[in-house]
């Protein structure tokens, strides 16, 4: 070929190159410009500027759904794009798919913590390590950690004990390390007696990962990575990295010494015996094998440090905030106490069994509704890797009302969507009186608008762990109310949201405790 055909070869394929790009940027920026945006939208910063902190996200996106609609695009310097969802159709649309379910860029920076395992992997690697997994929460398995559940959980009674007849305070810290000793208990296998040692570098390191996700998320500078070492988060995360790999790989090395103690537990196993066999979580890591090799070491760091974070701070706040709901609304407390009564009668300690905890259903639905008001995961991030189709309605506010435009649309390859959980359990259109606590909305619940209420998310990607976590809140929040009187905090305490990768209270969750006689 000669020289001037290679330059008219290289050009041609420069130009068709060229246009191809153009014409995806201008599908994307048709599809975009349609959606309304924050007035505060600025030409190069976008709306960086409303988000001072990791602690102004959820407020500030809670004003534009309730500003602008259930469908908001924002933009976060001049290139990231994002659409704020809490449109029913579109959120059914998306987490029903079994399309859609790559996690947004926003996950990468929980990558260096977690690597790619369960909560960040996609594709072949996502489907083999949830195919891995799922035995592990088979009920069968579930119900012999109820002795776990139960153990801990006196633990923190004795812990909650030291609190009795304090005006206020901060239940929140409790609960995590008693969520933490659960998780590694049962789920690994391994005691670490959280509950006993308060200043807990992993529980203070996980809380400094969980802000500096968001805070990455938000920042034109922090979110690049070329960016990042220059600034102060950068190192306060290699120092919480090193305290969480050292817990995990701990964890890890204890249990192999375990199983090299006990030849006959130690021997290779079938996924589908798994149950049967009724072994821990980490176990099954530790014996599985994907293409015919043994997992590496550092695969099995990724799925412990995953449900060691997913199984312990998700829980934490969950219970947390249930305490507090009911704390702060006495006519539930007592009528999920009378459901108490009915099961073990006046025996504050009664050994539990799994059938008792199946069996507390108004329990259920005050952790239920304590979901849909506070969802432990607020927001989630799906990026589309292919072009999506679908009928679309906009809404646009013209002279201070409403107006509607439908379309059938193609929501280009790329655009990434963040799910406000949120924002739809908080909407009127869905649940009357959005704002109050009435467990009674689930003790009916005929399951007709399931996208409406995702707190473990919904779909092929929902939480993996959502029967355990529900057992093991029942637990602990039936001991703590078999034992105490939950009271509002003196004075009055106003939770002060925050969004830090899990839904929290900047200000911490106050509440006081009154020990609870047993003729009550």
Known sequence: ??????????????????????????????????????ASSLPLLGVALDFASSKAVL??????????????????????QLILVSDYKLLEHVLSSTKVLVKSDDYNFLRPWLGNGLLTSDGRKW??????????????????????????????????????????????????????????????????????????????????????????TISPIEMHDSLYPFTRNYYTQKKAIAVLHKQSNGVISSRKKELEKNPCNNNKIDPELYIKNKKAFLDLLLHATV???????????????????EGHDTTSSAISFTLYCLANHLEVQKKVLEEQHQIFGNKENSLVTYADLQNMKYLECAIKESLRLYPSVPLYGRKLDEDLAYGIIYSFIIHSTYSLFIGDEVIPKGVTLLLFAFGIHRNPDYYTNPDEF???????????????????????????????????????????????????????????????????????????????????
């Open 127 to 216: 489907k083999e390590r949830r195919r891995i997994l799922t035995p592990a929460f088979h009920f069968q398995i579930l119900e012999q950690f109820i002795e776990v559940f139960e153990s801990c959980g006196d633990t923190f009674i004795k812990k909650l004990e030291q609190n009795i007849g304090k005006i206020s305070f901060d239940i929140y810290p409790y609960v995590t390390l008693c969520s933490l000793d659960i998780i590694c208990e049962s789920i690994m296998g391994i005691s670490i007696n959280a509950q006993n040692n308060d200043k807990s570098d992993y529980v203070k390191s996980v809380k400094n990962m969980c802000r500096i996700a968001i805070d990455r």
């Open 438 to 520: 009435r467990p009674e909305r689930f003790e009916n619940s005929d399951g007709k608008l399931p996208y409406a209420y995702i707190p473990f998310s919904a779909g092929p990607r929902n939480c993996i762990g959502q029967k355990f976590a529900m057992l093991e809140m029942k637990s602990v929040i039936s001991k703590v109310l078999r034992n105490f009187e939950l009271r509002p905090a003196t004075p009055e305490h106003k939770l002060d949201l925050i969004a830090e990768a899990i839904l929290k209270s900047a200000n911490g969750i106050n509440i006081s405790l009154k020990r609870r006689l047993v003729t009550e």
């Open 291 to 309: 293409d015919g090799r043994s997992l590496t070491h550092e695969e099995i760091r990724e799925e412990v440090d995953t449900f060691m974070f």
């Open 59 to 80: 407020k500030v996106l809670l004003q534009y759904t309730n500003t602008y609609g259930s469908i908001v695009k924002a933009k976060i310097g001049p290139i990231r």
């Open 1 to 38: 070929m000669s020289a001037i055909a290679t330059v008219i070869l290289s050009a041609a394929i420069f130009i068709f190159l060229l246009r191809w790009f153009r014409s995806k940027l201008v599908k994307q920026t048709n599809f975009i410009k349609k959606i309304p945006a924050p």
